[in-house]
Protein backbone atom coordinates (compact mmCIF):
# COMPACT_ATOMS: atom_id res chain seq x y z
CA UNK A 1 0.00 0.00 0.00
CA UNK A 2 1.52 3.70 -0.91
CA UNK A 3 2.84 5.12 2.62
CA UNK A 4 0.28 8.46 1.44
CA UNK A 5 -2.81 6.39 1.91
CA UNK A 6 -1.69 6.10 5.48
CA UNK A 7 -0.57 9.67 5.98
CA UNK A 8 -3.88 11.08 4.59
CA UNK A 9 -5.81 8.50 6.90
CA UNK A 10 -4.00 9.40 9.92
CA UNK A 11 -4.71 13.01 9.17
CA UNK A 12 -7.92 12.67 8.53
CA UNK A 13 -8.39 10.62 11.70
CA UNK A 14 -6.72 13.09 13.92
CA UNK A 15 -9.18 15.94 12.17
CA UNK A 16 -12.00 13.88 13.19
CA UNK A 17 -9.90 13.20 16.74
CA UNK A 18 -9.39 17.38 17.57
CA UNK A 19 -13.59 17.51 16.54
CA UNK A 20 -14.14 14.76 19.37
CA UNK A 21 -15.92 16.25 22.65
CA UNK A 22 -14.46 16.55 25.60
CA UNK A 23 -15.60 12.71 26.86
CA UNK A 24 -13.84 11.02 23.50
CA UNK A 25 -10.60 13.01 24.10
CA UNK A 26 -10.33 11.96 27.52
CA UNK A 27 -10.59 8.10 26.56
CA UNK A 28 -8.51 8.36 23.68
CA UNK A 29 -5.91 10.24 26.15
CA UNK A 30 -6.33 7.43 28.98
CA UNK A 31 -5.33 4.79 25.75
CA UNK A 32 -2.19 6.37 25.46
CA UNK A 33 -1.87 6.45 29.21
CA UNK A 34 -2.31 2.85 29.96
CA UNK A 35 -0.16 1.76 26.98
CA UNK A 36 2.61 3.68 28.15
CA UNK A 37 1.94 2.80 31.72
CA UNK A 38 2.26 -0.88 30.98
CA UNK A 39 5.39 -0.70 29.09
CA UNK A 40 6.80 0.89 32.48
CA UNK A 41 9.01 4.11 30.88
CA UNK A 42 10.93 6.25 33.28
CA UNK A 43 13.20 8.89 32.82
CA UNK A 44 15.96 7.66 31.05
CA UNK A 45 13.93 4.55 29.12
CA UNK A 46 14.90 4.12 25.70
CA UNK A 47 11.68 3.33 23.87
CA UNK A 48 10.41 1.82 20.18
CA UNK A 49 7.13 2.88 18.89
CA UNK A 50 6.15 0.20 16.40
CA UNK A 51 3.98 1.91 13.54
CA UNK A 52 3.94 5.02 15.03
CA UNK A 53 1.95 6.91 12.68
CA UNK A 54 2.24 10.90 13.90
CA UNK A 55 2.94 10.06 17.38
CA UNK A 56 -0.34 9.31 19.03
CA UNK A 57 2.23 7.19 21.64
CA UNK A 58 5.66 8.78 20.75
CA UNK A 59 5.09 12.62 21.79
CA UNK A 60 4.04 11.26 24.95
CA UNK A 61 6.46 8.20 25.40
CA UNK A 62 9.23 11.18 24.66
CA UNK A 63 7.63 13.55 27.46
CA UNK A 64 7.97 10.80 29.73
CA UNK A 65 11.37 9.65 29.47
CA UNK A 66 12.77 12.38 29.27
CA UNK A 67 15.97 14.34 27.59
CA UNK A 68 17.98 11.71 28.56
CA UNK A 69 15.88 9.07 27.04
CA UNK A 70 15.18 7.96 23.62
CA UNK A 71 11.94 6.93 21.18
CA UNK A 72 12.79 5.34 18.47
CA UNK A 73 9.54 5.82 15.75
CA UNK A 74 9.44 3.35 13.44
CA UNK A 75 6.59 3.66 10.32
CA UNK A 76 6.53 2.51 6.70
CA UNK A 77 4.94 5.93 5.74
CA UNK A 78 7.42 8.64 4.52
CA UNK A 79 4.49 10.93 5.04
CA UNK A 80 3.22 9.70 8.50
CA UNK A 81 6.56 9.97 9.96
CA UNK A 82 7.08 13.73 8.37
CA UNK A 83 4.42 15.02 10.18
CA UNK A 84 5.30 13.28 13.23
CA UNK A 85 8.90 15.21 13.02
CA UNK A 86 7.12 18.06 12.55
CA UNK A 87 5.05 17.66 15.93
CA UNK A 88 7.65 16.95 17.68
CA UNK A 89 9.95 19.88 16.50
CA UNK A 90 6.98 22.08 17.51
CA UNK A 91 6.66 20.10 20.74
CA UNK A 92 10.58 20.86 21.57
CA UNK A 93 11.06 17.41 21.71
CA UNK A 94 14.67 16.24 20.37
CA UNK A 95 14.39 13.05 21.60
CA UNK A 96 12.50 10.99 18.68
CA UNK A 97 14.17 9.46 16.28
CA UNK A 98 11.96 8.71 13.46
CA UNK A 99 12.79 5.70 11.20
CA UNK A 100 11.45 4.36 8.14
CA UNK A 101 10.56 0.39 7.89
CA UNK A 102 8.67 -2.15 8.16
CA UNK A 103 8.00 -3.67 11.91
CA UNK A 104 8.53 -7.50 10.85
CA UNK A 105 12.52 -6.33 10.59
CA UNK A 106 13.26 -3.91 13.19
CA UNK A 107 16.31 -1.93 12.12
CA UNK A 108 17.83 -2.36 15.83
CA UNK A 109 20.31 -4.65 17.47
CA UNK A 110 19.16 -6.90 19.97
CA UNK A 111 18.63 -6.08 23.52
CA UNK A 112 18.65 -2.10 22.54
CA UNK A 113 15.35 -1.27 23.79
CA UNK A 114 13.57 -1.13 27.71
CA UNK A 115 10.04 -1.08 26.08
CA UNK A 116 7.96 -1.36 23.23
CA UNK A 117 4.81 -0.39 22.62
CA UNK A 118 1.83 -0.24 19.75
CA UNK A 119 -1.32 1.37 19.34
CA UNK A 120 -3.14 -0.21 16.59
CA UNK A 121 -1.09 -1.78 14.56
CA UNK A 122 -0.79 -5.40 14.39
CA UNK A 123 -4.06 -5.67 13.04
CA UNK A 124 -2.83 -4.23 9.66
CA UNK A 125 0.25 -6.77 9.72
CA UNK A 126 -0.57 -10.81 8.59
CA UNK A 127 3.01 -11.37 10.00
CA UNK A 128 1.81 -10.73 13.88
CA UNK A 129 3.72 -13.26 15.30
CA UNK A 130 7.00 -12.23 13.01
CA UNK A 131 6.65 -8.80 14.55
CA UNK A 132 6.13 -9.87 17.89
CA UNK A 133 9.23 -12.56 18.20
CA UNK A 134 11.34 -9.20 16.07
CA UNK A 135 10.23 -6.73 19.82
CA UNK A 136 11.24 -9.68 22.14
CA UNK A 137 14.75 -9.51 19.99
CA UNK A 138 15.18 -5.97 20.43
CA UNK A 139 14.43 -5.80 23.88
CA UNK A 140 16.46 -6.17 26.75
CA UNK A 141 16.34 -8.76 29.34
CA UNK A 142 13.54 -7.55 31.93
CA UNK A 143 12.38 -5.16 29.56
CA UNK A 144 8.39 -4.77 28.37
CA UNK A 145 6.01 -4.94 25.60
CA UNK A 146 2.49 -2.80 25.80
CA UNK A 147 0.43 -3.17 23.09
CA UNK A 148 -3.13 -1.97 22.64
CA UNK A 149 -5.68 -3.45 19.39
CA UNK A 150 -9.39 -3.02 18.34
CA UNK A 151 -10.17 -6.63 17.69
CA UNK A 152 -13.07 -6.35 15.06
CA UNK A 153 -13.67 -9.68 14.50
CA UNK A 154 -15.36 -9.36 18.21
CA UNK A 155 -17.19 -6.28 17.00
CA UNK A 156 -21.12 -6.82 18.29
CA UNK A 157 -23.61 -4.85 15.69
CA UNK A 158 -26.67 -4.92 17.82
CA UNK A 159 -29.21 -4.48 14.28
CA UNK A 160 -31.05 -6.35 12.27
CA UNK A 161 -30.15 -7.18 9.42
CA UNK A 162 -33.33 -8.59 7.82
CA UNK A 163 -33.13 -10.14 4.49
CA UNK A 164 -29.52 -9.07 4.30
CA UNK A 165 -29.09 -11.64 7.13
CA UNK A 166 -27.55 -14.32 4.82
CA UNK A 167 -25.34 -11.35 2.96
CA UNK A 168 -23.79 -10.27 6.17
CA UNK A 169 -22.70 -13.24 7.47
CA UNK A 170 -21.30 -14.31 4.01
CA UNK A 171 -19.29 -11.07 4.01
CA UNK A 172 -18.08 -11.50 7.41
CA UNK A 173 -17.51 -14.61 7.48
CA UNK A 174 -15.29 -13.42 4.24
CA UNK A 175 -13.61 -10.98 6.76
CA UNK A 176 -12.67 -13.28 9.10
CA UNK A 177 -10.79 -15.34 6.58
CA UNK A 178 -8.78 -12.74 4.68
CA UNK A 179 -8.88 -9.82 6.33
CA UNK A 180 -5.94 -9.28 8.24
CA UNK A 181 -7.62 -6.98 10.86
CA UNK A 182 -10.37 -9.74 11.18
CA UNK A 183 -8.17 -12.52 11.70
CA UNK A 184 -7.42 -12.66 15.42
CA UNK A 185 -9.93 -12.81 18.25
CA UNK A 186 -8.39 -11.26 21.89
CA UNK A 187 -7.38 -14.49 23.55
CA UNK A 188 -4.93 -14.75 19.93
CA UNK A 189 -3.06 -11.81 20.43
CA UNK A 190 -2.82 -13.09 23.62
CA UNK A 191 -1.20 -16.65 22.47
CA UNK A 192 0.74 -14.65 20.45
CA UNK A 193 2.31 -12.73 22.63
CA UNK A 194 3.15 -15.45 24.80
CA UNK A 195 4.79 -17.54 21.91
CA UNK A 196 7.19 -15.08 21.42
CA UNK A 197 8.83 -15.45 24.50
CA UNK A 198 7.21 -12.99 26.41
CA UNK A 199 6.58 -13.92 30.23
CA UNK A 200 3.75 -12.41 32.74
CA UNK A 201 1.62 -11.75 30.00
CA UNK A 202 -1.58 -10.45 31.17
CA UNK A 203 -4.48 -8.04 29.42
CA UNK A 204 -7.36 -5.98 29.92
CA UNK A 205 -10.18 -5.45 27.67
CA UNK A 206 -12.12 -1.94 26.80
CA UNK A 207 -15.72 -2.07 25.07
CA UNK A 208 -15.79 0.91 23.47
CA UNK A 209 -18.80 2.25 22.36
CA UNK A 210 -18.29 3.48 18.68
CA UNK A 211 -21.70 3.89 17.62
CA UNK A 212 -22.26 5.97 14.48
CA UNK A 213 -25.42 7.05 13.29
CA UNK A 214 -25.74 7.07 9.00
CA UNK A 215 -27.67 9.94 7.37
CA UNK A 216 -27.88 7.78 4.46
CA UNK A 217 -26.74 4.86 2.42
CA UNK A 218 -24.42 7.39 1.20
CA UNK A 219 -22.61 8.07 4.55
CA UNK A 220 -23.00 4.31 5.02
CA UNK A 221 -21.14 3.69 2.13
CA UNK A 222 -17.96 6.09 2.56
CA UNK A 223 -17.62 4.24 5.97
CA UNK A 224 -17.28 1.01 4.05
CA UNK A 225 -15.09 2.16 1.46
CA UNK A 226 -12.59 4.34 3.88
CA UNK A 227 -13.12 4.05 7.60
CA UNK A 228 -10.64 1.48 7.35
CA UNK A 229 -7.12 2.62 4.89
CA UNK A 230 -6.96 1.98 1.41
CA UNK A 231 -6.59 -1.83 0.84
CA UNK A 232 -8.05 -2.43 3.84
CA UNK A 233 -10.87 -0.75 3.67
CA UNK A 234 -13.94 -3.12 4.10
CA UNK A 235 -15.64 -1.79 0.32
CA UNK A 236 -12.67 -2.80 -1.50
CA UNK A 237 -11.48 -5.98 0.18
CA UNK A 238 -14.98 -7.53 -0.95
CA UNK A 239 -14.49 -6.28 -4.33
CA UNK A 240 -11.86 -7.84 -3.96
CA UNK A 241 -13.00 -11.18 -3.18
CA UNK A 242 -16.08 -10.47 -5.79
CA UNK A 243 -18.51 -9.17 -3.71
CA UNK A 244 -20.83 -6.97 -6.18
CA UNK A 245 -21.58 -3.16 -5.70
CA UNK A 246 -25.11 -4.34 -5.40
CA UNK A 247 -24.41 -6.72 -2.44
CA UNK A 248 -22.16 -3.44 -0.65
CA UNK A 249 -24.81 -1.00 -1.14
CA UNK A 250 -27.57 -3.47 0.13
CA UNK A 251 -25.73 -3.61 3.27
CA UNK A 252 -24.98 0.18 3.39
CA UNK A 253 -28.72 0.88 2.84
CA UNK A 254 -29.81 -1.41 6.09
CA UNK A 255 -26.84 -0.06 8.37
CA UNK A 256 -27.84 3.30 7.28
CA UNK A 257 -32.01 2.60 7.67
CA UNK A 258 -30.90 0.81 11.18
CA UNK A 259 -28.00 2.64 12.63
CA UNK A 260 -30.52 5.61 13.44
CA UNK A 261 -32.54 3.38 16.35
CA UNK A 262 -32.35 4.50 19.51
CA UNK A 263 -31.58 0.42 20.26
CA UNK A 264 -28.35 0.52 17.66
CA UNK A 265 -25.05 0.11 19.06
CA UNK A 266 -21.47 -0.90 18.20
CA UNK A 267 -19.17 -2.34 20.57
CA UNK A 268 -16.14 -2.70 19.54
CA UNK A 269 -13.82 -4.74 22.20
CA UNK A 270 -10.32 -3.22 22.38
CA UNK A 271 -7.47 -5.29 24.32
CA UNK A 272 -4.87 -4.09 26.10
CA UNK A 273 -1.99 -6.51 26.41
CA UNK A 274 1.16 -6.08 27.80
CA UNK A 275 3.85 -8.74 28.94
CA UNK A 276 7.84 -9.18 29.99
CA UNK A 277 11.19 -10.29 28.31
CA UNK A 278 12.48 -12.56 30.74
CA UNK A 279 16.03 -13.10 31.77
CA UNK A 280 16.77 -10.22 34.31
CA UNK A 281 15.42 -11.87 37.59
CA UNK A 282 12.30 -10.64 39.43
CA UNK A 283 10.76 -7.84 38.01
CA UNK A 284 8.22 -5.82 39.55
CA UNK A 285 4.70 -5.89 39.42
CA UNK A 286 3.03 -3.31 36.63
C1 LIG B 1 -3.86 2.77 12.55
S1 LIG B 1 -2.30 3.50 12.31
C2 LIG B 1 -1.78 3.73 13.99
C3 LIG B 1 -0.72 4.79 14.13
C4 LIG B 1 -0.31 5.11 15.57
N1 LIG B 1 0.22 3.93 16.25
C5 LIG B 1 -1.47 5.69 16.36
O1 LIG B 1 -1.84 5.10 17.39
O2 LIG B 1 -2.01 6.73 15.96
C6 LIG B 1 -1.28 2.15 11.77
C7 LIG B 1 0.16 2.57 11.43
O3 LIG B 1 0.92 1.39 11.19
C8 LIG B 1 1.79 1.62 10.10
N2 LIG B 1 2.12 0.32 9.52
C9 LIG B 1 1.27 -0.59 9.02
N3 LIG B 1 1.94 -1.68 8.61
C10 LIG B 1 3.26 -1.45 8.87
C11 LIG B 1 4.45 -2.20 8.68
N4 LIG B 1 4.43 -3.43 8.15
N5 LIG B 1 5.63 -1.64 9.06
C12 LIG B 1 5.66 -0.40 9.60
N6 LIG B 1 4.56 0.35 9.81
C13 LIG B 1 3.37 -0.16 9.45
C14 LIG B 1 1.00 2.53 9.17
O4 LIG B 1 1.84 3.26 8.28
C15 LIG B 1 0.28 3.44 10.18
O5 LIG B 1 1.01 4.59 10.46
Not at 196 to 221: K, M, P
Amino acid sequence: MPADIWAKWLDDADREGAALDRQLRVLRSQVRDRVLHKAGLGRGSRVLDLGCGMGFLSLEAARVVGPEGLVFALDSSEGALEELSRRAEKAGLGNIRPRQGDITRLPLEDGAVDAVVARSVLSYVAARGEVLREAWRVLRAGGAISIFEPVLSEEELSLDWGEERFLWIRLRQLLESEHPAYGFKRADLVDAVRQAGFEQVDSFTWHADVTRRFSGEEEALDELESGLPGEFGLAAFWRRHGVSAGETASIARRLAAQSVKPSYRDILPCVYVWGVRGGAGETKER
